[in-house]
Each structure stands twice: as structure tokens, then as C-alpha cells.
């Protein structure tokens, strides 16, 4: 059937305007979802790029719009890479709320000190990165403005701070500049600076002395290291004295280094000197809880692991947090983990040594004082009963069956420990006649080449499972 005109066209016309009105509706919609759009941009950009607390922006703004900076401000630019000496002391001393006020007022001040012609962003916490223009004639006259600006007091609600900073200079070579190489050198020149003691200012240049080269070089493979993984793990056993039967193992660092094998040694004590440290003893502790589940795992039947930590980690609870943590996750029990750190040479230290014994032990963790013998507050952390176990520096060890004195000495060592109660591991045993001796001192533990030498993890589990023998 025909359908009249007259609806036809009324029907034609509802349908046009329908279609009209859809296309408002999706015109008007996608507006508005380009508005929101829009808006929620904007605020994800400024918290990404700006710094809430000190209204700087974030150094990942400086990385994302490298080249656009750069153009503003200059052909020949250079970073300022700023850390503030002792921070945390300023948080101990006035409190977060306090030191929070201290770092606005600082951002503030390197804000008016840069601009117009150079830009302060904020990198984290203390840290802050200037880009200026390059002085001409390798003139430090900014750098050295920098460091005396800071240094006029801060009054922060009522109190006069003062602060000085360490900087590290790097000028980026115009006709390659690249943000994270950039910034990599000015912080290892800001290494150099702190090096010098504080308040001090180093420019990253190729006219380095050999021993900051160095120092650059290890600072670098260190940190490439970390990243990396070049390091890892070895493990020594430790036995028992009388039947040589598998205890326990200790841990101990590695890297390989471009090919060449660092010695530990020498790791640690640039680590300890460039504040690396943590970072290596955080990741040895991962790296032995991981290990000591693989070893139960595999059979291998070990009683406890021993893991080294540097001395530094006393002034810092932070650390024995992240132990108890990472010990829990691997659900390990911490009485099974002894932690080695050799005595503080420092008098100051002593009382926060002391506080960092007795906090490992009230959670659980065994703790032997390390190179035993060798430390000269030995007696009175022997009196002051906190440990569990001492561990008989090797020097006292070698050639010990052919040298009268070292005999003397493990005897009085011995006798202390008895009236103390602490079990002895003695390490360096090198020599059945060496061992010989040891054998009848009434010593629990020992390790040495004799023994065993440190192993990789596969090989430990080939020697002390079943799977090989
Ligand atoms: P340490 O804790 O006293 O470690 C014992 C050192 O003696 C190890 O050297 C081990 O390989 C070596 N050794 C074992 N048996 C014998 C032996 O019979 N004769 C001789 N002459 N040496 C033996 P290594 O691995 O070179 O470590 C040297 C030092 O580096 C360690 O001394 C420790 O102070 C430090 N270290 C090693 N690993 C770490 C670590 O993971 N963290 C920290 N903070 N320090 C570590
Ligand atoms: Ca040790
Ligand atoms: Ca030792």
C-alpha cells in the first residue's frame, strides 16, 4: 500500500531532525569530553611537572622539554647540580614541618638567584638543579654568587638557619647535549665537591687529577653497577670446628667490572666515602634472603647466613627497617641471618652502635662484631653484653700454628668469650697445621681457604646437595 505524501513527508522531516538533534547531542559531547579532556591534562601536567612543596618544577619537566630550555636560555648552558649539606640534620634537629618551611625558603631564593636568565628546577628531597648559561672565560662568578647566597640565614618561623650547599658544575658541550649525560656529570663532579668537605664547588672538566678520575670512575661503575647488575653475590661456608660440618654461610660482594674483577674492599670504602652505601648493603640483603630460600629450597643444609653490612648503616634505622621488612616478605626467620659489621673507629659512635645492636637483636637478628681483635673498643662491647658473636679477625689466624703470639692472643680472646658467653668463628684458616691448632681452643665455628673457598650460589648447592655426589 501507498503510503500518502503528506506522512511521508512528516515522516522524512522527524527523521532529519532526529539526525540533528544526534549530531548536536555528539557535537555537544564530544565537546565537553574534550573539555574535561583538557582540564584533566592540565592537572595530571602541572602535578607531573610541578613540585608541590616548593613550587619549583620537576626536574622531569627540564628532561622532557630539554632542547626547548636550552634554546631559551643560551648556546653554551651549564648544569648546577645543588644538594644541601646535612639535610637531615635540619629534619632531626627542627622537625618536618620546620625543615619543609627551609627547603620553600631555599627554592625561593635559587629561583631569584637564576632567573631571568637561567631556570631552577627541584631533582628530589635536598637536591636542586640550576641551568645557567656557561660563564665566559670559565669564570665561577655564578657559582660562586650560589654559594654565598645560600649561606645569608634563613628565618623560618622564628628560627635563623643556616645552610650551605655542595654544588657540581657540568658544562654540556653544545654540539651534543644530552639531558641524563648531563646530569650524570654534574653529579659526579657534585661527588668531588662533597669529597672536598662541604660548601664546596667542582666543575666536571677533563683537566681532572688522576685520583678524581678515579674516584669518577669507580663512583660511575658503582652506580652503572647498581643499575646494571654487575654485582653479585658469592658465598663461603662456615663449619664447625671439630666435625668440619656445613653451619652456616656467609655472603660476600662481587662486581665485575667491564671484564675486570673490583675487590670488594675497594667497593665498599668508596661507598662508604661517596654515600653509595646503603644502596650496596640494601642490595645485598635482597639478594641473600633471595639466596637463603633457594638454598632450603635445594636441600642445602645450612643453619644460618651471615651477611655483611657497612658500620655507616649504625647511624641510620631506617636500614634495620627495610632488614625486618625484606626478611618478613621472604618469610625468613630472622634468628637464622647473623649480621657482620666491623666496630666503629669512631668514640662518637659508639652509643649509636650500641643502639643499633640492641635494635637488630630485640628483632630477632643474630649479630657478630666482624675483624674481631682489630677495633679497640673490643673489652667494653664485650662488657656491655649485647652480642651474640664475635668473629676473630684472620690476621690473629695466620700462620697461628707457627707464631707463639697469635696463639697468645686466641687464648686471652678465648677466655673473654667464655666469660661473656659469646660463641667464635675464626676466619683465615688456611693450613691443616693452622688447623690443627684451632681444633683445641674450644672454638664453635671456623672458615677458610682450608674449608672451603667462596662460591657462586649453583655451586654451593652442587657441593652440599645429594644432586652431585
Ligand atoms: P670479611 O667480612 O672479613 O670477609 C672475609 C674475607 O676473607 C673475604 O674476602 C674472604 O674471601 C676472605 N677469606 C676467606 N677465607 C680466607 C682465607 O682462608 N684466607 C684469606 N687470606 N682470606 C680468606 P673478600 O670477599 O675479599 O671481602 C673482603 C671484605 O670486604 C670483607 O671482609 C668485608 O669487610 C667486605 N665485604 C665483602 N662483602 C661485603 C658485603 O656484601 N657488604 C659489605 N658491607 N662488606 C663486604
Ligand atoms: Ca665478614
Ligand atoms: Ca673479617
Known amino acids: 500500500m501507498m503510503i500518502p505524501p503528506t506522512i511521508a513527508t512528516i515522516l522524512s522531516q522527524t527523521i532529519l531532525w532526529v539526525a540533528i538533534g544526534i549530531l548536536l547531542a555528539a557535537l555537544i559531547l564530544h565537546s565537553g569530553i574534550m573539555f574535561f579532556r583538557n582540564r584533566t591534562l592540565k592537572v595530571y601536567r602541572r602535578l607531573l611537572y610541578e613540585d608541590e612543596l616548593t613550587g619549583l618544577k620537576r626536574s622531569i619537566y627540564l628532561e622532557q622539554r630539554f632542547s626547548d630550555v636550552l634554546a631559551e636560555i643560551g648556546d653554551d648552558v651549564s648544569f648546577y647540580y645543588i644538594n644541601i649539606d646535612n639535610f637531615k640534620n635540619y629534619n632531626d634537629l627542627f622537625g618536618h614541618h620546620i625543615a619543609n618551611h627551609l627547603l620553600r625558603a631555599f627554592a625561593d631564593r635559587l629561583t631569584e638567584l637564576a632567573e631571568p636568565y637561567g631556570r631552577a628546577y627541584r631533582i628530589h628531597s635536598d637536591r636542586f638543579l640550576v641551568v645557567y648559561p656557561t660563564p665566559e672565560n670559565d669564570d665561577e662568578h655564578f657559582g660562586r654568587s650560589l654559594l654565598k647566597t645560600?649561606?645569608?640565614?634563613?628565618?623560618?618561623?622564628?628560627?635563623?638557619?643556616?645552610?650551605?650547599?655542595?654544588?657540581?658544575?657540568?658544562?654540556?658541550?653544545?654540539?651534543?647535549?644530552?639531558?641524563?649525560?648531563?646530569?650524570?656529570r654534574s653529579e659526579l663532579a657534585l661527588q668531588e665537591a662533597?669529597?672536598?668537605?662541604?660548601?664546596?664547588?667542582?666543575?666536571?672538566?677533563?683537566?681532572?687529577?688522576r685520583q678524581s678520575k678515579d674516584s669518577f670512575e669507580m663512583f660511575r661503575s658503582i652506580k652503572e653497577g647498581l643499575r646494571n647488575e654487575h654485582f653479585y653475590l658469592e658465598f663461603q661456608p662456615i663449619v664447625s670446628v671439630v666435625e668440619k660440618e656445613l653451619k652456616?654461610?656467609?655472603?660476600?660482594?662481587?662486581?665485575?667490572?667491564?671484564?675486570?674483577?673490583?675487590?670488594?674492599?675497594?667497593?665498599?670504602?668508596?661507598?662508604?666515602?661517596?654515600?653509595?652505601?646503603?644502596?650496596?648493603?640494601?642490595?645485598?640483603?635482597?639478594?641473600?634472603?633471595?639466596?637463603?630460600?633457594?638454598?632450603?629450597?635445594?636441600?642445602?643444609?645450612?643453619?644460618?647466613?651471615?651477611?655483611?653490612?657497612?658500620?655507616?648503616?649504625?647511624?641510620?634505622?631506617?636500614?634495620?627497617?627495610?632488614?625486618?621488612?625484606?626478611?618478613?616478605?621472604?618469610?625468613?626467620?630472622?634468628?637464622?641471618?647473623?649480621?657482620?659489621?666491623?666496630?666503629?673507629?669512631?668514640?662518637?659512635?659508639?652509643?649509636?652502635?650500641?643502639?643499633?645492636?640492641?635494635?637488630?637483636?630485640?628483632?630477632?637478628?643474630?649479630?657478630?662484631?666482624?675483624?674481631?681483635?682489630?677495633?679497640?673498643?673490643?673489652?667494653?662491647?664485650?662488657?656491655?653484653?649485647?652480642?651474640?658473636?664475635?668473629?676473630?679477625?684472620?690476621?690473629?689466624?695466620?700462620?697461628?700454628?707457627?707464631?707463639?703470639?697469635?696463639?697468645?692472643?686466641?687464648?686471652?680472646?678465648?677466655?673473654?668469650?667464655?666469660?661473656?658467653?659469646?660463641?667464635?668463628?675464626?676466619?683465615?684458616?688456611?693450613?691443616?697445621?693452622?688447623?690443627?691448632?684451632?681444633?683445641?681452643?674450644?672454638?664453635?665455628?671456623?672458615?677458610?681457604?682450608?674449608?672451603?673457598?667462596?662460591?657462586?650460589?649453583?655451586e654451593i648447592i652442587d657441593t652440599f646437595t645429594n644432586k652431585k655426589r
Not at 198 to 205: E, G, I, T, V
Open 248 to 458: 652456616g654461610l656467609e655472603s660476600l660482594i662481587r662486581m665485575h667490572d667491564k671484564h675486570r674483577l673490583r675487590f670488594p674492599l675497594d667497593i665498599i670504602s668508596y661507598a662508604e666515602r661517596y654515600n653509595m652505601i646503603e644502596e650496596i648493603d640494601r642490595y645485598v640483603v635482597k639478594r641473600s634472603l633471595e639466596a637463603f630460600n633457594k638454598f632450603k629450597r635445594a636441600g642445602v643444609p645450612f643453619e644460618f647466613l651471615s651477611l655483611n653490612i657497612s658500620v655507616k648503616e649504625i647511624h641510620n634505622p631506617a636500614f634495620i627497617d627495610f632488614l625486618s621488612e625484606e626478611t618478613a616478605k621472604h618469610d625468613i626467620d630472622p634468628g637464622a641471618l647473623v649480621i657482620e659489621f666491623t666496630e666503629t673507629t669512631d668514640p662518637q659512635g659508639l652509643e649509636a652502635e650500641t643502639r643499633f645492636i640492641e635494635r637488630l637483636r630485640s628483632e630477632g637478628f643474630k649479630v657478630a662484631i666482624d675483624d674481631f681483635g682489630t677495633g679497640y673498643s673490643s673489652l667494653m662491647r664485650l662488657s656491655q653484653n649485647t652480642l651474640d658473636r664475635i668473629k676473630v679477625d684472620k690476621v690473629f689466624i695466620h700462620d697461628i700454628a707457627r707464631t707463639k703470639r697469635n696463639r697468645s692472643l686466641l687464648e686471652s680472646i678465648m677466655k673473654m668469650a667464655e666469660t661473656f658467653r659469646l660463641e667464635v668463628i675464626v676466619e683465615g684458616v688456611e693450613k691443616e697445621r693452622d688447623y690443627e691448632v684451632i681444633k683445641n681452643f674450644g672454638i664453635q665455628y671456623a672458615q677458610g681457604y682450608y674449608f672451603h673457598k667462596p662460591m657462586r650460589m649453583g
Open 194 to 209: 662533597k669529597s672536598r668537605g662541604k660548601d664546596q664547588l667542582a666543575s666536571y672538566a677533563n683537566r681532572l687529577t
Open 150 to 184: 645560600v649561606k645569608a640565614p634563613f628565618n623560618i618561623e622564628g628560627h635563623e638557619i643556616k645552610v650551605t650547599v655542595s654544588v657540581g658544575r657540568y658544562d654540556i658541550p653544545p654540539e651534543k647535549p644530552r639531558y641524563h649525560n648531563s646530569l650524570f
